[in-house]
Structure formats: structure tokens, C-alpha cells
């Protein structure tokens, strides 16, 4: 998807990445996958991939080189300890032999609202379809409405149940499934929702939300950062 002239990147998740990822997961979610899990998903599963949102705010204004943001990042890292306040979300998914399944999904909730949400989830679809998924499928908490309404905007369906799945509070999981990505419907579907959402996002104020730490720290690119 073409961001062009947006404050965010997409990009592979990697493990510097890591460390944010498992602190946003254990604030998002009751029953959180460990930094482990998440290392051996990054470095070890090569039937998974992982996407992190961050926000850059001098993408858009072109001021610096959007390529290279991992040196220019370093020492906004060191400032946040371990937390990089910048990295808004994160998704995933495991090839199941032609089966995208998508395995997470979370945005900070100070960011929720403004489409990021719909962005990674886009972002993942398209690579499962590049990687050969004919569908695409998930489980979602039965009492967790906002996700499920996100998913059957993207053409998921409710097929099945696994009764109390979850581990933490034994609620349901509904299973959710995508008719044939290759579709001929599939395709418009997904063109029309992604022209929509990046109609949306070029719409919309994508400043840092108000009283966020970001507001008052924006990242900015640190061009004479030691290449440590
Ligand atoms: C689910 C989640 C990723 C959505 O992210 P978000 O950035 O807030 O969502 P977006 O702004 O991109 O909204 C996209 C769609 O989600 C749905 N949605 C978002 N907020 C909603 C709300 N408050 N009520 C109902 N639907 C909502 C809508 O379908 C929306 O499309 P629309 O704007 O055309 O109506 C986010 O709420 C989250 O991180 N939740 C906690 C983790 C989680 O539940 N993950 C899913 C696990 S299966």
C-alpha cells in the first residue's frame, strides 16, 4: 500500500522491535503472548510474518531519509527504555499451507479511531495474498464487537466456535473466515477498502494524540546518530 505523504511506516517486525511489541501486548490484552513467543515468532517461524505501524512524522514532511529510520530511531530508544512510544500497532500471520491466519492484532489504545487498526489488518491481507493464501482466517473473543466489526468489513464470516477457547476467562472464540482472496469479489472488495482507507487517512489530522507523551516528545530523525 502506498503511504506516500502519511507520518507512518509499515515494516517488517524485527527484534528491536520486540520488546515494545510485548509491553503493548501485556496493557491490550487479558491473556498476553510473552516477548519469547514473539522472538521465536520474528527469528524462528518462517511460516509467520509480522508487521509493526510507527509513526513518522518526517516522512510526510520529507525532511529525512524514510529508508534508513532504524539508525535515525536509536536514540529516541535509549530515551524510552525499552518502550518506543513511536511504534503504534502490530499484526501478524501463520501460513497454514494456503490458509493466512491471522495470529494478532493490536493498536495503542490512544491511537484506536483513526483507521490504524484497518491499516495493518489490510497490510496483512495483502501479504498472505502474496505469499499464496487462498483465504484468510482468524478467532476473535465472542464479546469483542469492534474487532469483529473490522473483520466483516474485510469480508470475514462467521463460521464456527471454539467453545471457551480462552484460557483466562474460558469465553468462546468465534472462528472467522474470508471467502477465496483471488476472487474476482474478493479483489474489488479489497481494492474499493483500500482506496477508502487511504482516502481516510490523508483526511484525517494525524497528529499525536492529545496529552500522549508523543505530543510532547514527537519523534524526529537524529541525522548525527553515532552508527553504533
Ligand atoms: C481492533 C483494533 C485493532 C481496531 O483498531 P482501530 O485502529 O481502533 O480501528 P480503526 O480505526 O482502523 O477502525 C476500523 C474498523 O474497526 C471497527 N471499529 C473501530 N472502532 C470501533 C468501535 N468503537 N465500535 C465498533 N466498530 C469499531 C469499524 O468496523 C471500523 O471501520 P469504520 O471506521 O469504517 O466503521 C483495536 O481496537 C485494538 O487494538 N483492540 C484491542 C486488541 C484486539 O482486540 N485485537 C483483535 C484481536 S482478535
Redesign the pocket.
Known sequence: MDLQGLPYLLEPMAAAHVPTVAAIERR??THPWSLTNFMHEVEDNRFSEYLVLCYRPWIASGSADATRPRRFLRPLRRRAAEEDRSLL?YVGFWLMVDEGHIS????QPA??????????LSAIIGRAMERGASHAT????RT????Q??Y??YGFQFVGVRKGYYLDNHEDALIMTTDDLASAEYQALYARLQEALLERLRRADAAPPAGSEMEQHPPSPAPHAPED
Open positions: 491490550v490484552f500497532g494478532t492484532l493490536a493498536v491511537w484506536r479511531g483513526r483507521g490504524l487498526g484497518e491499516l495493518l482468524l478467532e476473535v473473543r469483542n464487537a469492534v474487532a466489526a473490522l466483516r468489513k
